[in-house]
């Protein structure tokens, strides 16, 4: 007999499914309407204003131009649209000279692959064009005549993807930045708070989960990272969205710093799980540094969010510099050495993050000293 359980854990895994799902939906409205207008505006230019009768590559570019994000849109969707528009025109000229059939298929395919290795600069690119070279010998009649028709199509409905996407729709690029760089921004600030937590208790293994916990902070970075892409091209080709290019910029330079503490967090991770591991002494200052650091990196989401209210970063920041460098002169204990240098270069790293210099940055610190 199956435990009632059992339908219970299906019902909740059925409920979380659906959550993900119907957010998916929600996170992608836009592009939806996007391909939806696309493909419509493609398919009837090629139509009714080159006078196609059946276009089938201009909606098929279309959708192919809108499967990329915003910040590979402006290189790697131009990309996608040259493989596509240099396949078909290949594959329209071996099927008028080779005429269809299953032999001339497979060297279409050979010589569209050597194609796209020769012009292309990466392995989308070689995959576009053999797949646009197999769907002229496979879906599309081919082989009476070349009038590279089809070649149009795709570069009609690559072209009026971009248009559209440029135009219509375009995301926020502030909302974007915002949203990828909280969850960074949280992350690390529990961590810090972790590792402050496993001096205090003197927790070898405390430590040691914080570490991980720092390591997994790579895939939110990253997330972080695309974000200043797809924010940075969305005010390249939306004129919409040109008037926030200040603010992504500084945004863009606040997401390479950040980069920089969370490195330097990972390190601080593992001088406090070396110094517990081998029962060293760690001052209890040490973790209120930690606590200011972590109040640091929460105020600085805020300041970003609002490109205000900097003092909120800089005061604990400095402050966390200063407790540390304060203990650093009682103790000739390496660990405690690790731990202060690490935290003076997060302190360092978060004052660039809202505006300093490197240079004013490293003088800020220093002049924090006791």
């Known amino acids: 007999m199956i435990p009632d359980r059992f ?68 290189r790697r969707a131009f990309e996608l649209i040259a493989a596509v528009t240099l396949g078909i025109a290949a594959a329209d000229l071996l099927a008028f000279q080779l005429g269809p ?9 050979f010589v569209a692959i050597g194609l796209g290795l020769f012009f292309g600069t990466s392995q989308l690119f070689v995959n576009q064009v053999a797949v ?44 974007l930045l915002r949203d990828a760089a909280r969850p960074v921004l949280e ?23 914080a570490l991980v916990r720092a390591r997994g902070i790579d895939e939110l970075g990253a997330r972080f990272f695309d974000a200043t892409l797809e ?18 910029e500084f945004y863009a330079d606040a997401a390479a710093r950040i980069d920089l503490a969370v490195r330097n967090v990972r390190v601080l991770a593992r001088g406090a799980m070396r110094a517990l591991a081998l029962d060293e002494n760690v001052p209890p200052e040490v973790a209120e540094a930690l606590d200011d650091l972590a109040a640091a990196v929460l105020a600085l989401g805020g300041a970003l969010e609002r490109g205000e209210a900097f ?53 800020a610190v220093r002049e924090a000293a006791p």
């Not at 590279?148 to 502030?174: E, M, S």
């Open 231 to 248: 924010s940075r091209e969305t005010t390249r080709i939306s004129p919409a969205r040109r008037r926030a290019r200040d603010s992504v």
């Open 187 to 209: 992350e690390l600030a529990a961590v810090l708070g972790d590792i402050a937590g496993a001096l205090r208790t003197r927790e070898p293994d405390h430590a040691e989960a």
């Open 101 to 109: 059939g299953v032999v001339q298929l497979g060297v279409a395919v």
């Open 311 to 363: 003092e909120g970063v800089r005061g604990p920041a400095l402050r966390a510099a200063s407790v540390a460098t304060h203990v650093l002169e009682g103790t000739t204990n390496l660990s405690v050495s690790v731990i202060v240098g690490q935290i003076r270069s997060t302190a360092t790293d978060l004052l660039t993050g809202i505006g300093y210099t490197y240079e004013e940055a490293t003088e």
């Open 7 to 74: 339908f219970e854990d299906a019902a909740e895994r059925s409920r979380v499914s659906m959550h993900v799902r119907w957010n998916r939906v929600r996170m992608g409205w836009r592009v939806m309407v996007q391909a939806g207008v696309a493909v419509a505006l493609a398919w009837a230019t090629a139509k009714w204003l080159w006078g196609h009768s059946s276009p089938f590559f201009a909606p098929v570019s279309a959708v192919i131009a809108l499967g990329t994000s915003y910040h590979q849109r402006g």
């Open 132 to 175: 646009s070279a197999v769907l002229v010998f496979t879906v599309s009649t081919a082989g009476t005549h070349v009038s590279f028709a089809r070649a149009l199509d795709a570069l009609t409905g690559g072209t009026i993807a971009l248009a559209v996407a440029a135009v219509l729709l375009p995301a926020n690029p502030l909302r």
